[in-house]
């Protein structure tokens, strides 16, 4: 375990007086920004983070913009409060309706994990023919399209809809012939487009990317935002001289802090499954008070 890393949540820290000591807020529709979470934790192990997860409210993707717009100015507003230095919105969907609003009025760093993703993808085609599986509201968006087409005009990028992964993911199925099957069915039409590249659009699938590597196949490079997006991160952070200088001391605070809307317990489990460091509590907070 290193040290920097807080593996059980036990280290703590002084409380923080410089800018660059204050947390980072991530935040998602439930548990698919966690995805987002280990990258930054693996990437900048000296950052503190708060995670909120909507899961009263998740999911997002089939949601109208102007619901998921007030949604995350409510999130944005708590994290605000938790005194974080920057916030990634680490949601596709989120980011596709809300972050050019979130922009107006963040006084910190904001970032979302489209325009990472993006920029992936563009680096890792061979062909220009692109594919991009998200939640409908994502693919409605027009989102991926509309940022590929300014780094590259010459791409082909090609939507898909995939509604059921949400839930396949949200129920551990992460290994199941059920998701294989229905993953057979969504990808069947961007394979038969000859994409050699394919985005996964939410933040929910990387959780089943074992499963879509099978079906899409190995001519076909997946790219999963949320790298791209801690990358991006540590590159604001670092030119806003908002890097965390040091490894955790002690004092009061933990590491990692996560906060919900609902099913705190269940949150708590499921993020024990993905975020390899044991998480101790996850607070239920009542979001629509922000
Ligand atoms: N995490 C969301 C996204 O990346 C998907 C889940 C939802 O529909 O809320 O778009």
Sequence with gaps: ??????????????APAEASDR?????????GGLTVMREIMKLMPKERIIYFGDTAR?????????????????????????????I????????AYALEALERDCPVPIIGVIVPGAAAAVRATRNGRIGVIATAG???????????????????VLGKACPLFVPLVEEGLWQD?????IARR??????????DTLILGCTHYPLIQGVIGEVAGAGVTL??????????????????????????????????RFYVSDMAEQFKSFANAIIPYGILTAKKIDIERY
């Design 88 to 95: 990634v919105v680490a949601c596709n969907t989120a980011s």
């Design 23 to 31: 947390p980072v807020g991530v935040f998602d529709s439930g548990v």
């Design 177 to 181: 012939p059920v998701t294989r099957e």
């Design 1 to 14: 375990m290193s040290a920097e890393v807080n593996a059980s949540n036990a280290a703590v820290f002084e």
């Design 58 to 86: 998740v999911p997002y993707g089939n949601k109208s913009g102007e619901t998921v717009t007030r949604f995350s100015e409510q999130i944005m507003r708590f994290l605000l409060k938790e005194d974080v230095k920057a």
């Design 223 to 256: 790219v999963n935002p949320a790298y791209e997006t801690a990358r991006q991160l540590e590159i604001l952070l670092r030119e806003r001289e908002l890097l965390s200088p040091e490894a955790p001391g002690l004092g009061n605070e933990p590491q990692y």
């Design 138 to 156: 994502t693919i409605a968006s027009g989102i991926y399209p509309r940022e590929i087409g300014k780094l590259n005009p010459d791409s082909r």
């Design 186 to 195: 969504y990808l069947e039409e961007l394979m038969n487009e000859d994409i």
